[in-house]
Nanobody, 121 residues
Framework: QVQLLESGGGLVQPGGSLRLSCVAS????????MGWYRQAPGKQRELVAH???????NYAESVKGRFTISTDTAKNTVYLQMNSLKPEDTAVYYC???????????????WGQGTQVTVSS
């Protein structure tokens, strides 16, 4: 069993900051990338940021310069530092990891349960 557990969401005022964390645990035999997606009410889930094993990153245009994704590979953890938050950043944020559960398996996508981020005054 593999579990992705997010933390760090909450309510913050516009212009504020939050740091999300996601830990992958269980039977893991390699992670090739981790990322964050978000889904606002009435909208489709969208990519926020992604980082490949080895460091290349990819960000949504709407968060470039404000959000930073990073990993601690020894802890199977991905972080999302969110600065200068805007009301339009309000959404449920989901952690994603490409991982395999044995050395013979392919890499599959796994998801966390999500954490709510609300930006409001």
């Amino acid at each position: 069993q593999v579990q992705l557990l997010e933390s760090g969401g909450g309510l913050v005022q516009p212009g504020g900051s939050l740091r999300l964390s996601c830990v992958a645990s269980g039977r893991i035999f390699g992670i090739n990338g981790m990322g964050w997606y978000r889904q606002a009410p009435g909208k489709q889930r969208e990519l926020v940021a992604h980082i490949l094993n080895g460091g290349p990153t990819n960000y949504a245009e709407s968060v470039k310069g404000r959000f930073t994704i990073s990993t601690d590979t020894a802890k199977n953890t991905v972080y999302l530092q969110m600065n200068s938050l805007k009301p339009e950043d309000t959404a449920v944020y989901y952690c994603n990891a490409g991982l395999r559960t044995s050395t013979f398996d392919r890499f599959d996508a796994y998801w966390g349960q999500g954490t709510q981020v609300t930006v409001s005054s």
